[in-house]
């Protein structure tokens, strides 16, 4: 097989150019015109087609070896880590992962090893045609919030939902896990954000009861707030001066649902590799390494982006904030009762409140209770119910009317029973 020679089209036009030179019908000078080099080059390109005919027409590296190919043992290396720890990572995200393994590999040279074994397919994402919306141009102007119900543990037994807060003008990225898409979760992140950036403009959420009544949803914010049935992340937005702008599709808000798909890819496979399990560890996981490094990889947020967060020190104490709010009557004992349970106020909040008067009863993010009376924190102390003395309410003897007295003189129902009312008694003969 060595008579035989491999030629591209440029190598093809060499040689017909070069048989010319050779044979008279053409000077150097002319194919170096029609070859487009240089007339030093068309010369050394003629003296090697005369010592060696057409295999000197090409190139010489040829056939062999690129000088920056990877050796065959540590490709080999590299296939086998992808598939015993990355089996299910993409290209990208398995070449980061193999640098720190201190195997490091481009991104790009890795998807066509992983194409050329059948270890990685490329999965096509096709969408129905959305108009575009705008993003906002600075950092905090809008917030989109939503949950991810997923099993993040891979336990195949029990779902946990992870909650993502996303800036849409800088992709920052904020999430938590819990047992459910649940209101603590919600004023947990969000109270979360405001600690670590500020008071965002306004929020982007969807329908969902835990961020927007039935009530309003049907008849809109004022008629809710007027019959007092507004959810309680609502009722906290409203306090911080934050508008709650409602997603009528989930497409509406798709950069926290894109970013889904990310949680979904990389931080599941990363709890998988740290062995993670629960939520409490999931959390702390999430708070001191993942989220930094997914801001740090994919947000935009950098120092010419304005940043309209607000500071939340104006606002006071987010503690008495981000809480559920009830109203109570204290009894004549005064005691109060909230959640099943029975509070005893002590004597040294007499001269704050009353019997009969209103409470606010708040209940804290940690499950914490205090009892507020306008701007007076009152002290407390949980008492059994049966330690509850029952307190001893006289009530003074109402006389009753008889059932006719309602109707008028003349009807005839009062004349019958006053008939019936007046009659005697006839007498019991003697035996």
């Given at each position: ?64 070896p690129s000088s920056h190919k990877y050796p065959t043992e540590y490709k080999s290396k590299i296939l086998e880590r992808y598939k015993e720890r990355y089996w299910d990572f993409g290209p990208t995200f398995a070449s980061e992962k193999l640098s720190e393994d201190e195997l490091p590999i481009h991104a790009e040279t ?143 808000k798709g950069r926290v649902e894109r970013k889904h798909a990310l949680y979904q890819d990389r931080f599941i496979k990363e709890l998988r590799l740290k062995g993670i399990k629960s939520i409490e560890r999931g959390n702390a996981f999430l708070k001191k390494e993942f989220l930094e490094k997914i801001n740090k990889k ?134």
């Amino acid at each position: 097989m060595e008579d035989k020679l491999i030629m591209g089209a440029r190598e093809l036009k060499r040689k017909t150019v070069m048989e010319s030179v050779k044979a008279g019908y053409m000077t150097l000078l002319e194919a170096a015109k029609r070859l487009s080099v240089s007339y030093r080059q068309t010369l050394r390109i003629y003296k090697r087609f005369l010592a060696e005919g057409d295999k000197g027409l090409i190139h010489k590296s040829c056939g062999k070896p690129s000088s920056h190919k990877y050796p065959t043992e540590y490709k080999s290396k590299i296939l086998e880590r992808y598939k015993e720890r990355y089996w299910d990572f993409g290209p990208t995200f398995a070449s980061e992962k193999l640098s720190e393994d201190e195997l490091p590999i481009h991104a790009e040279t890795l998807r066509l090893w992983l194409k050329a074994n059948g270890l990685w397919t490329r999965k096509r994402k096709r969408s129905p045609y959305r108009r575009k919306r705008e993003a906002r141009q600075r950092f905090g102007e809008l917030v989109q919030i939503d949950g991810s119900d997923h099993d993040w543990f891979e336990t195949g037994e029990s779902r946990a939902c992870l909650l993502d807060m996303v800036d849409d003008a800088t992709k920052e990225t904020f999430a938590l896990i819990d047992t459910g898409e649940t209101t603590h979760v919600a004023l947990m992140a969000l109270k979360c954000w405001i600690e670590k950036y500020g008071i965002p403009l306004s929020v982007y959420v969807d329908k969902k009861s835990v961020f927007i009544s039935p009530t309003h949803q049907k008849y809109g914010l004022e008629e809710a707030k007027s019959r007092d049935q507004l959810s309680e992340f609502v009722k906290v937005c409203r306090k911080l001066d934050i508008e709650v702008i409602i997603a009528h599709s989930a497409p509406a808000k798709g950069r926290v649902e894109r970013k889904h798909a990310l949680y979904q890819d990389r931080f599941i496979k990363e709890l998988r590799l740290k062995g993670i399990k629960s939520i409490e560890r999931g959390n702390a996981f999430l708070k001191k390494e993942f989220l930094e490094k997914i801001n740090k990889k994919f947000s935009t947020h950098n120092k010419e982006i304005e940043d309209v967060h607000r500071d939340p020190s104006s606002y006071g104490d987010l503690d008495q904030i981000f809480c559920w709010e009830e109203t109570r009557t204290v009894i004549r004992d005064y005691t109060i009762r909230f959640d099943n349970h029975y509070y005893q106020l002590k004597e040294s909040t007499s001269s704050h409140v009353k019997p009969g008067q209103k409470v606010i009863v708040r209940k804290h993010l940690n499950n914490a209770v205090s009892i507020w009376r306008n701007t007076v924190r009152l002290d407390y102390e949980i008492i059994e119910s049966s330690m509850r003395k029952p307190v001893e309410v006289k009530i003074p003897p109402q006389t009753l009317k008889p059932r006719f007295a309602k109707h008028g003189l003349n009807s005839p129902w009062r004349k019958d029973m006053t008939r019936f009312w007046r009659r005697k008694k006839k007498p019991v003969p003697a035996a």
